[in-house]
């Protein structure tokens, strides 16, 4: 497969077109943003463990019947995968509340949800990913359908059900995650981006310890060290 022309590059992915118009090559990068990028940083090796660790998480929901863009992990940092159109919306799923959740609605960090929280962020930098509600999503045509919404969400909770019961095995609370989803080229809404540490919010099922993101967000510093952690315990 020939790598060719820069098509696009994201806060933690570039993407490169092939020789097949079909197909695209994901390169994870070592870059940190957080705070739509305000915070920058970098950790040498992320990249590498993101993709590592979405590979393995990919290939586990394929398993279960979860149709994702994956189709081959070629190197350290690469990844080749299905062309798709990205719908513009970040499909948060939440189990125990923390960040923007607690913020915004007062709810006690650490709170058990009493249901399975399925949230949609419009996909924008500009207006810093606002929370949209079912009826601004076919206003703003951002889904072809009411339809796609209850798809959107019905994926959502499947991935964490099958997630959640996976992470609690290898000791690891999964708190919350953000997934996005694409349209391929037979109409199909397929599992899209990646699931890492960068995406998903992991505690210590023992000590609470923030395995994920946080650590860069809040400064804890270890950010290599949680994902390599994350990383072993997949593998064990
Ligand atoms: P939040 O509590 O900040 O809204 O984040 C919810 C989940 O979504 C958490 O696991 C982190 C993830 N997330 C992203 O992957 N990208 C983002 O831009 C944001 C804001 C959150």
């Given amino acids: 497969m020939k790598k060719g022309e820069l098509l696009y590059e994201g806060k933690g992915k570039k993407l490169y077109k092939t020789d097949d118009e079909n197909l695209l090559i994901a390169e994870f990068k070592d870059d940190l943003t957080a705070f739509n ?6 950790e040498a090796g992320k990249g590498a463990l993101n993709n590592k660790i979405s590979t393995q998480i990919f290939r586990l929901l394929k398993e279960h019947g979860i149709q994702t863009h994956l189709v081959d992990t070629i190197s350290e940092t690469e990844q080749v995968i299905k062309k798709v159109d990205i719908i513009p919306l970040e499909v ?5 509340a923390t960040g923007s959740l607690t913020k915004r609605l007062g709810i ?8 399975t929280l399925v ?3 419009y996909k924008n930098d500009d207006l810093n990913d606002p929370l949209v509600n079912d009826e601004h999503c076919i206003v703003m045509n951002l889904v072809k359908s009411e339809k796609d919404l209850q798809i959107l969400r019905h994926l959502g909770r499947e991935i964490n059900s099958i997630l ?12 919350d995650f953000k997934v996005e989803f694409g349209v391929d080229k037979d109409g199909n809404i397929i ?3 990646e699931i890492s ?12 310890e923030k395995l994920d993101k946080d650590r860069f967000r809040q400064g804890i510093g270890e950010v290599k060290v949680a994902y390599e952690e994350v990383l072993r315990r997949i593998l064990s």
């Fill in 37 to 42: 990028a305000q915070k920058r940083g970098s």
């Fill in 92 to 96: 948060v799923v939440r189990n125990i």
């Fill in 108 to 115: 006690v960090e650490g709170t058990i949800l009493p249901l």
């Fill in 119 to 121: 949230e949609f962020y």
């Fill in 164 to 175: 959640f019961k996976f992470f609690e095995e290898k000791g690891l609370k999964l708190v």
């Fill in 191 to 193: 599992l899209a981006d």
């Fill in 197 to 208: 540490p960068d995406s998903c919010r992991f505690w210590d099922a023992k000590t609470n």
